[in-house]
Nanobody, 116 residues
Framework: VQLVESGGGLVQPGGSLRLSCAAS????????MSWVRQAPGKGPEWVSG????????WSADSVKGRFTISRDNAKNTLYLQMNSLKLEDTALYYC??????????RGQGTQVTVSA
């Protein structure tokens, strides 16, 4: 199993980024996948999750209306579209196989920094 994130970077408040998580080594379309973030000095925060067939999703209140999770099972890729970014969205973002609270694999993460 391998999960590789990309798409992070430095962005101004109000800007947008799209994160990607390329999955390999397992039947991607059968697993619930999630995005989790961890800001410096804080614990992990489950940001959003999506079922294998994209029929069930969940998002934290802190990102509802701004972040959208999606997946392309043909490409074995999970996405997180992040709009209206705020300073407090600065964190290391990583994808997991499972929920944000119960998962068996995670990627190394991609850094998102929101700064003026």
């Amino acid at each position: 199993v391998q999960l590789v994130e990309s798409g992070g970077g430095l962005v101004q408040p109000g800007g947008s980024l799209r994160l990607s998580c390329a999955a390999s080594g397992f039947a991607f379309n059968t697993y619930y996948m999630s995005w989790v973030r961890q800001a410096p000095g804080k614990g992990p925060e489950w940001v959003s999750g999506l079922s294998g067939g994209s029929t069930q999703s969940w998002s934290a209140d802190s990102v509802k209306g701004r972040f959208t999770i999606s997946r392309d099972n043909a490409k074995n890729t999970l996405y997180l579209q992040m709009n209206s970014l705020k300073l407090e969205d600065t964190a290391l973002y990583y994808c997991t196989r499972g929920t944000g609270e119960q998962y068996d694999y995670r990627g190394q993460g991609t850094q998102v920094t929101v700064s003026a």
